[in-house]
Nanobody, 123 residues
């Protein structure tokens, strides 16, 4: 079973930065699609960023392009999300997810999910 555990969430002021980490079980990072998703109260879950198993291709939601960066460390079995220039609208519960490789990693129907980590941005 794939296990994913997020960490690094917290409360920051607008314009600040946070780095989220996702610790994955064996043979996940580097072998499967990885992604970050988020859900704010009263809103549907949305994709934030995804990365291919080899790390060569990444995808970002338009709302975070230029501000967020997804990366991975295969040896540490960890995926990261660097968030810069945070805005109040970035406030949400952020989920790490993993999926078997299909046609593309840029999709919402991921199979495995972490428990989420809260990010709150104040103005």
């Amino acid at each position: 079973q794939v296990q994913l555990v997020e960490s690094g969430g917290g409360s920051v002021r607008a314009g600040g930065s946070l780095i989220l980490s996702c610790a994955a079980s064996r043979d996940v990072v580097g072998r499967k699609c990885m992604g970050w998703f988020r859900q704010a109260p009263g809103k549907e879950r949305e994709g934030v960023a995804t990365i291919n198993p080899d790390g060569a291709r990444t995808y970002y939601a338009d709302s975070v392009k230029g501000r967020f960066t997804i990366s991975q460390d295969n040896a540490k079995s960890t995926v990261y999300l660097r968030m810069n220039s945070l805005k109040p609208e970035d406030t949400a519960l952020y989920y790490c997810a993993s999926n078997h490789v299909l046609r593309t990693c840029n999709r919402d129907d991921y199979r495995y999910w972490g428990q989420g980590t809260q990010v709150t941005v104040s103005s």
